[in-house]
């Protein structure tokens, strides 16, 4: 009878080898969770201080395109930018907020800007585009990451 406990003991911690599930490698579970991430969504949009109390994050992400597309026609509407080109009646702005909060503002021209002077154009934009207020930017699972848009701009002739 002795020998038949030994050998049940023996057996049953043998057996737990059998029961056991392969765990996925590290790289397997990190390349999974990869792919399951959405990278052309945020979680927030970047915001300025006047949209944070908004509950919404869609308010929230139009406050953000309203307010700053308003305060970059303000800083336009001063300029000879309207004078120069008086055909020119909207520009697109590419701009980027980077994760510390800075913002870059590149315009975008058609493919047909012959008729434009680009490089004073961008040199307008680069002096007028600045003293923004602070910008909290996007979120993504809790980690601040770069965003960039595209936001068409009208300038006013005033």
């Known amino acids: 009878m002795k020998h038949y406990y030994f050998f049940l003991v023996f057996l049953l ?24 991430i959405n990278w052309k969504e945020v979680d927030e949009y970047p915001s300025f ?4 109390n908004l509950d919404n994050k869609s308010q929230r992400e139009l406050c953000f395109f309203e307010y700053l597309t308003e305060l970059i026609q303000q800083k ?3 300029d000879t930018l309207s004078i120069l080109y008086p055909e ?12 510390n909060a800075k913002m870059k503002f590149e ?4 493919r047909d800007s012959v008729a434009y002077d680009t490089i004073k154009i961008d040199s307008i934009l680069h002096a007028r585009l ?9 979120i993504k699972r809790g980690i601040p990451v770069k965003t960039q848009f595209i936001l068409p701009v009208i300038l006013k002739v005033e």
């Open 88 to 99: 020119l009646d909207t520009i697109e702005v590419k701009v980027t907020i980077f994760p």
């Open 107 to 110: 315009p975008q021209f058609p």
């Open 130 to 138: 600045v003293d923004f207020p602070k910008v909290n930017p996007a």
């Open 49 to 52: 201080v006047d949209c944070d």
């Open 76 to 78: 336009l509407s001063s």
């Open 13 to 36: 911690f043998n057996s737990c080898q059998y029961f056991e599930k392969q765990v996925p490698s590290e790289k397997e579970l990190l390349q999974k969770e990869l792919k399951a």
